[in-house]
């Protein structure tokens, strides 16, 4: 729907599609727009329009996974979000787009907003908050405080933003990410440092490594062969007290049994996973 009054009036546009949902659309300026969705059962949908929303063209998404929520920093460069930690990427306005991230079963991406070309947030299910300063190349994660659902995301500059989710949940930040308030009476702080199972387990090929920090502290968390050879560092900084996740892509890695340990000052703590191909 459109509407050119405020809101007073608001008038159908025809899209063209049939059964497939649509959950955001994001504008550049008054002519070019991007909308994206798809259906529940996975089939991803991308439309773009360059005349205000007068005719909307079909474009390839890239992917079957469902899109949740769209950012267009410029007329070509966008990102698209959705299910199973989907991440698409385009710089030609939508006419080609290149899968960024994908594959990590349970987590569903929910919107994308960028401050600038350079710094944007991702939120979703399970608390996931996402951050990139350079321009999308790379994610971090972020502590949210929080295990609920988010649906929403928005900064007013690069410190001060807001997501909100299920059971009315609303968490803030004025540090660019470091949670400063939140609103969820069912959210605690973590009483001690903890490294979780991964999951799934067995996984093939991606899979997610969880933890949890009682205290600011410099981390490391690796990867390791069953000889203990070291394979990748997945975590290398300081980090806030909080829950955290990191994915891990064993796409490159033949099968068998694998070794994740982490070490946070006095804290160390080391478990195995089986990839199975």
Known sequence: MKTTD??????????????????????TDPDN????????????????TTNGGTSWIMQNPNTTNLLRGVYFTSTDNGFAVGNNGTILRTTNGGNNWSIHQTGIPGLFLRDIYFV??????????????????NGGNSWDSLPSGTNKD?????????????????????????????????NDPDEFQPDQFSLSQNYPNPFNPVTVIRYSLSENRF???????????????????????????????????????????????????????????
């Open 6 to 27: 405020g809101g007073n009036n608001w008038s159908l546009q025809n899209t063209g599609l049939g059964t497939q949902q649509l959950f955001a659309v994001h504008f």
């Open 150 to 182: 988010l649906q929403a995301v928005s900064f007013l500059n690069q410190n001060y933003g807001s997501c909100v989710g299920f059971d009315g949940i609303i968490i803030h930040t004025d540090s660019g990410g470091v949670i400063t308030s939140n």
């Open 33 to 48: 727009g991007t909308a994206v969705g798809g259906t529940q059962n996975d089939t991803a949908t991308i439309i773009r």
């Open 219 to 277: 981390i490391t968390l690796k990867v390791f062969d069953i000889q203990g050879k070291e394979l990748e560092t997945l975590v290398s900084e300081k980090q806030h007290a909080g829950n955290y996740e990191v994915p891990f892509d064993a796409s490159k890695l033949s099968s068998g049994i694998y070794i994740y340990s982490i070490e946070a000052g006095n804290f160390e703590q080391t478990k195995r996973m089986l990839l199975l191909k």
């Open 116 to 133: 600038d070309p350079v710094t944007g947030f991702i939120c979703g299910s399970g608390g996931k908050v996402l951050k990139t300063t």
